[in-house]
């Protein structure tokens, strides 16, 4: 930032994850790479009092069945702490009425931001959280091997609070994993990378907001879904214990009795 020219008051010291150094301020545009697969346990007693959360950039208002609005943990498994990055950038977005374009958010994340944890918990409140209220733009899935350091799968989260009215309530998939050209030398786990034609190409897709099939093996392929499509209730059916009795001739009487169990089943919808 210092290079080119910026303010150095605009770097902070410390852990943006355990004091919120940018407290009121708001940002048009915000970017971020966090870290994947890295535990924030150290620094779970900055943002959690047991099961309390004390820091509200994490806590989200989210409805329950009944349509009652309630407050909802938003903080992932300690073991992973790339989407406590992905709320504070979304607790920094200007509301509309400070800035008639909203803000924007970009974020590079693995593939378990896109499925950990169960319904009700804090993975999984985010991801609603983010989706209910329609700042979910688009997920583009990226080649593997592009990062120095991993050659994992890893997607762009691209959020938005205020949406063109063609993309309101809908959800952009792309999937640019086969497009890629390959270096002339690796680069630790990196042996790819996007020609400036592959970023074009990527853009254009993402502005039109349009369906598109995959044209041979190394094309591009997006998909258009509604907000709806991404939701779930999960439903436990508790089925009562049976029991069958079987009557057996054996020893030339019908003494014997065969009991089967059957326990109670849950079921996810």
Request: hydrophobic letters at 30%; a neutral charge.
């Amino acid at each position: 930032m210092m290079i080119k020219g910026n303010n150095p008051e605009n770097i902070r010291v410390g852990s943006t994850l355990s004091t919120d150094e940018f407290a009121g301020l708001r940002f048009d545009f915000m970017l971020s790479n966090p870290p994947y697969g890295k535990s924030w346990s150290s620094e779970q007693k900055y943002i959690k009092d047991g099961k309390d959360i004390i820091d509200s950039r994490f806590i989200v208002k989210l409805k329950d069945y009944w349509g009652t609005e309630e407050d909802a943990d938003a903080t992932p498994r300690s073991s992973d702490g790339q989407l406590l990055f992905l709320m504070e950038m979304v607790n920094k977005m200007k509301p509309t009425s400070e800035n008639l374009v909203g803000s924007r958010i970009a974020s590079v994340h693995n593939g378990s931001s896109l499925f950990t944890g169960d319904a009700g918990g804090g993975e999984s409140n985010i991801r609603r959280y983010i989706i209910e209220n329609d700042m979910l733009e688009v997920i583009i899935q990226m080649p593997n091997n592009l990062f120095y350091n991993t050659g994992i799968t890893t997607y762009i989260w691209l959020l938005s609070n205020n949406k063109v009215p063609q993309r309101k309530g809908k959800v952009l998939l792309i999937d640019a994993s086969q497009r890629y050209q390959k270096l002339r030398k690796n680069l630790g786990d990196k042996n790819c990378e996007f020609s400036p034609a592959h970023i074009r190409e990527i853009v254009n897709i993402y502005e039109k907001g349009q369906e598109v099939e995959r044209q041979g093996e190394d094309g591009i392929a997006a998909k258009v879904f509604d907000n709806a499509d991404f939701g779930y209730y999960k439903v436990t059916v508790e089925r009562p214990k049976r029991l069958k009795a079987q009557l057996t001739g054996e020893y030339g009487g019908f003494d014997h009795l065969i009991p089967e169990c059957r326990t109670g089943d849950s079921v996810t919808h």
